[in-house]
T-cell receptor, first 115, second 111 residues
Framework: ETGVTQTPRHLVMGMTNKKSLKCEQH?????MYWYKQSAKKPLELMFV???????ENNSVPSRFSPECPNSSHLFLHLHTLQPEDSALYLC??????????????FGEGSWLTVV | AQSVTQLGSHVSVSEGALVLLRCNYS??????LFWYVQYPNQGLQLLLK??????LVKGINGFEAEFKKSETSFHLTKPSAHMSDAAEYFC?????????FGTGTSLTVIP
């Protein structure tokens, strides 16, 4: 069992659909992250949750809506997406958001295609 | 804010040759430094990390990196490349409560 599990691994959705990405971490960490990875672009931090509280929102469009019901689970709710939102979405976790002492661990990613 | 620079977005080496992937960071305070590897269609996997215990850090799969404060560098090396090393490599820095990632270097290994 990997430390950070993401489902689904692949998702194709239309621009009017509503879907969700799920992330679960089994590492006992308190901080969880969503990153977006597009072709030929740097990793983009989208959201950070620390002890279930959102601490970072990097100007992400409202069509992306995160939810963190507890320290082990993180969701990314998707609605009315655009084709340019097609990317690999990576979930990650760390002990807490005190980055200096922590290592960030990634899931396998969810490939999203918006048609 | 911290910045991480990876020189060379693409590096090609022959199988058995030395691998050298470059990373420079901008902080004046020694941060915590990481190298991650991303194989095709997978997430990022930790290769190694520097946390001030020793300047030469050994990681998985025969990789190592050396922290050089005077050069603000943390270059990744492997003495002999293997076909299975073909992947994208990311350097990362943590400072305060933030992680900063480089833009990645794609390593191609030529048989």
């Amino acid at each position: 069992e990997t430390g950070v599990t993401q489902t689904p691994r692949h998702l194709v959705m239309g621009m009017t659909n509503k879907k969700s990405l799920k992330c679960e971490q089994h590492l006992g960490h308190n901080a969880m992250y969503w990153y977006k990875q597009s072709a030929k672009k740097p990793l983009e931090l989208m959201f950070v949750y620390n002890f279930k509280e959102q601490t970072e929102n990097n100007s992400v469009p409202s069509r992306f809506s995160p939810e963190c019901p507890n320290s082990s689970h993180l969701f990314l709710h998707l609605h009315t997406l655009q084709p340019e939102d097609s990317a690999l979405y990576l979930c990650a976790s760390s002990q807490d958001q005190g980055g200096t002492r922590n290592t960030i661990y990634f899931g396998e990613g969810s490939w999203l295609t918006v048609v | 804010a911290q910045s991480v620079t990876q020189l060379g977005s693409h590096v090609s080496v022959s199988e058995g040759a030395l691998v050298l992937l470059r990373c420079n960071y901008s902080s004046s305070v020694p941060p915590y430094l990481f190298w991650y590897v991303q194989y095709p269609n997978q997430g990022l996997q930790l290769l190694l990390k520097y946390t001030s215990a020793a300047t030469l850090v050994k990681g998985i799969n025969g990789f190592e990196a050396e922290f050089k404060k005077s050069e603000t560098s943390f270059h990744l090396t492997k003495p002999s490349a293997h076909m299975s090393d073909a992947a994208e490599y990311f350097c990362a820095v943590s400072e305060g409560n933030q992680f900063y990632f480089g833009t990645g270097t794609s390593l191609t290994v030529i048989p």
